[in-house]
């Protein structure tokens, strides 16, 4: 159980980068894959609620008294605009740009993003990490155990190449070969030549 409480605290500080990892020793049948995911789900998206109150209690006042956050709000109402109008789409696919996520997920709180909506979009690039995460790092396992079965039949195959030219210089093997296939005589001639 050590190791799960380890992989919760890792989730927690990192998020979805501890998750690739503590996937990868699932798939080894270090862990159990079930566990890992259920463990992603629920802590980042108690983490998600985390930070949204966050922001939404604790530094929205805090943000907004800040007089360059008003200047700067001010100088750029393109940004707030593209911020109001898109801010359920920057939510979704912050999931997916790592180190952007917490950032977003307060600023979704100190400007109010609608609670349920906010959460809708976290559930679904949740889902989304927790299926496809398992899915390629299985798919990539496979692939390089392919690739490492290649090479040790490459290996096998120069191993005995090596072999073979070595016992051919060495024990003068390539005469008694081609005496054998060609029917030469030990002076080099054929049947043919010493009969006539």
């Not at 979704?92 to 307060?106: A, E």
């Amino acid at each position: 159980m050590l190791e799960y409480a380890l992989i919760t605290v890792g989730i927690i500080a990192l998020g979805d980068a501890a998750f690739v990892p503590a996937v990868y020793l699932a798939l080894q049948g270090h862990l159990n894959l079930g566990i890992i995911i259920l463990i992603s789900f629920l802590v980042s998206n108690i983490m998600d609620i985390w930070w949204y109150f966050l922001g939404t209690k604790g530094l929205q006042r805090v943000f907004k008294s800040l007089p360059f956050i008003e200047k700067w709000e001010k100088k750029h109402p393109e940004l707030m605009a593209m911020f109001t109008k898109h801010q359920l789409k920057i939510v979704f696919w912050s999931r997916f740009l790592h180190g952007s996520g917490v950032s977003i997920m307060v600023l979704s709180g100190i400007y109010k993003v609608p609670f349920k909506k906010y959460m809708l979009m976290n559930l679904l690039s949740s889902i989304i990490v927790i299926v496809s995460v398992p899915l390629v790092i299985f798919l990539a396992k496979q692939g390089a155990d392919a690739v490492f079965y290649k090479i040790h039949i490459a290996e096998a195959i120069i191993a005995l190449g090596v072999i073979l030219i070595f016992a051919f210089s060495q024990f003068e093997i390539k005469e008694a070969v081609t005496r054998f296939l060609l029917g030469k005589g030990k002076e080099g001639d054929t049947e043919g030549d010493r009969n006539v």
